[in-house]
């Protein structure tokens, strides 16, 4: 053996073991007599001291000891003397006095020391990746990473999933996205899409009577970034037969239940809150809402008709809606203050913002055009006492929601109301179709495969397709889970009768030509005996980020990608060979810029 231990394993039972231990020179100083030097490995950090009275040849070489220099140390586990112990590591109470040192490799000068990353710049630690994976909190996030997905897998083999593999170059799956395409070589012309999802496979799976499928895989999406998004994630992918919505939620509820407490020892009560999308959108104006903390909407509708404000008027009048949030102990705000709200409010698409001061009595320019009573009731509604700010938005549905989910979440952190936690949701009766104004036509809200509810089905068969009200009640067996304010997971019961599959295209505005060109493989399969069956899959970066509490996924993924999509530290994506490109039949034709 090269070592006999971890660094961050040596505890007071290893006291008097003459040892030899390996790693990375994490700090060091050079106090004269003694040169210490912390000694850094995947397991911790344990003092080395080098003392001339211990080994005269290793405390000389320790001089030529620099950051991040690969060593072997070898001697004794002593107790730290009284009064320079540690608390705050778990191996401070002890340290090695080294007898023999070797250099196994030396370092170049950093770009940036390990302990001071991360207040290093992102694009010079991920050019660096190799040194940022050093950091010991992005190692604790991929250990916890590893046990989440084991504890997944594990999980999944007792309730009787079988891990199966889907293909990575196909075609393009329903997710809606942009496809990363990959040219064939061997069919000139002809391109195979990497995975939005392994949606169709894991049901034509299903089809071929697996029952219960999984696997953790990586999905592609060629999206512009936002900030906790990445073009190649992982998501936990299931599917399974003959089961309903409340099968796949109790999958699910207890997987992350064993998650928590065979990770972090913590006990999520059950079962998780369940929200309909409706009651969702009304309450926190969005899907995903954060249930840490109150702060709800208030629809003021019906109170702002009995005013004159104009701006409320005509929001109700030409059908759109108005409501309001609670600034808690917010009354003493500025007037410049209250106006950088409303920048905000309008960096989030308002028009403006109307405010009414709860101090002693109602205080604001647009108070006059309420009477008294109906201020009473609007801060009954909102539970606004004495100090605290009501804050209005008129506007399409859309933008009230958008904007007031957005202020809300904002509130809930500046005014620190965020209980810790881990605040699980369902959102279920998701409407099966959204209308697309910009396309004139309805998309699926999940994907095209989503089953509606067992009432609806009756409607969408047979119901006048010209009627938008109608096929916008239609309700989907869908279902999102939501942690903490994220989506962290969403999926569906799918279709499996052939007639309502060919309904639902044709709700859709997907030709016969164009379903059988781009899914005919699923819908052929769909002929020949598909069970009923119904799937989920969960992010996995996501749930990872939330569970370790770092701010980005970049944190829980070895190597991620910029916002554009590159890699700092690979080069990628890059320009290739003009032979490989003559072989691909390929000719690069750049706009000009
Ligand atoms: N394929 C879906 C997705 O990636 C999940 C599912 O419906 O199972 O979001």
Redo the contacts with the bound molecule.
């Keep these: 053996m090269v070592r006999d231990k971890g660094c961050g394993e040596i505890r007071e039972s290893d006291r008097g073991q003459n040892l030899t231990l390996c790693g990375w020179v994490f700090r060091r100083r050079d106090h004269g007599g003694l040169i210490f030097i912390d000694l850094r490995d995947r397991s911790g950090v344990l003092q080395a001291v080098f003392s001339p009275d211990v080994s005269a040849d290793a405390h000389k070489l320790a001089h030529d000891l620099r950051s991040e220099f690969v060593i072997s140390v070898s001697g004794e586990i002593r107790q730290r003397p009284e009064g320079t112990e540690n608390s705050g590591m778990p191996t401070g109470a002890m340290e090695m006095y080294v007898n023999t040192l070797e250099i196994l490799n030396e370092s170049s000068p950093l770009p940036f020391m390990i302990e001071d990353a991360a207040d290093t710049s992102e694009a010079l630690r991920l050019k660096h990746r190799y040194l940022d994976l050093r950091r010991p909190e992005l190692q604790q996030n991929f250990i916890i990473r590893h046990k989440v997905a084991k504890i997944i897998r594990n999980y999944l083999d007792e309730r009787g999933f079988l891990e199966i593999e889907t293909p990575m170059l196909t075609k393009s799956t329903p997710?809606g996205a942009r496809d990363y395409l990959v040219p064939s070589r061997l069919n000139p012309g002809h391109f195979y899409a990497l995975p939005?999802?392994p949606?169709i496979f894991?049901q034509i799976l299903m089809v071929s009577g697996f029952e219960k499928y999984f696997q953790i895989v990586k999905?592609f999406r060629d999206e512009d970034l936002r900030a906790d998004r990445q073009p190649e994630f992982t998501?936990v992918?299931?599917?399974m037969s003959f089961v309903d919505v409340k099968d796949v939620i109790e999958i699910i509820e207890v997987m992350m239940i064993k998650l928590f407490k065979n990770t972090f020892d913590v006990d999520i009560p059950l079962p998780f809150e369940r929200l309909s999308y409706r009651d969702s959108m009304e309450r926190f104006g969005n899907d995903k809402p954060d249930l840490r903390f109150g702060l709800e909407l208030k629809e003021m509708a019906d109170l702002a008709e009995k005013g004159t404000f104009k701006v409320f008027l005509d929001a109700v009048r030409s059908g759109g809606r108005v409501k309001a949030i609670n600034g808690k102990g917010m009354a003493s705000l500025s007037r410049k203050e209250i106006d950088l709200l409303t920048e905000e409010a309008q960096s989030f698409g308002a028009k403006g913002l109307a405010w009414i001061k709860v101090k002693n009595g109602f205080e604001a320019p647009i108070a006059k055009f309420f009477p008294e009573e109906i201020l009473k009731q609007m801060a009954q509604r909102l539970d606004a006492e004495d100090g605290d700010l009501m804050l209005f938005v008129a506007d399409k549905e859309k933008v009230v929601h958008d904007v007031l989910s957005r202020m809300r979440l904002e509130f809930g952190k500046r005014l620190n109301l965020i209980t810790p936690g881990f605040r699980f949701a369902w959102i279920t009766d998701f409407p099966l179709l959204e209308w697309n104004d910009e396309e004139g036509r309805f998309e699926a809200m999940?994907?095209p495969f989503?089953s509606p509810m067992n009432e609806d089905v009756e409607k969408m068969l047979t119901g006048d397709m010209n009627d938008r009200g109608m096929i916008s009640s239609l309700k989907a067996k869908a279902y999102d889970i939501v942690l903490n304010g994220y989506e962290i997971g969403?999926?569906?019961i799918r279709i499996h009768r052939r007639d309502l599959q060919k309904k639902m295209f044709e709700l859709l505005r997907i030709s016969e030509e164009e379903a059988k060109m781009k899914f005919g493989f699923l819908l052929d399969a769909l002929e020949y005996g598909a069970p009923p069956h119904g799937?989920?899959?969960l992010g996995l970066d996501r749930l990872v980020m939330i569970m370790v509490g770092a701010s980005s996924i970049r944190d829980v993924i070895a190597f991620p990608k910029t916002q554009k999509a590159f890699c700092l530290m690979s080069g990628t994506p890059s320009a290739v060979e003009p032979k490989q490109l003559r072989e691909l039949s390929i000719k690069i034709d750049l706009p000009e810029v």
């Design positions: 997710e939005q999802s949606q894991k999905c998501q992918d299931l599917e999940h994907h989503t969403g999926g569906s799937g989920i899959a």
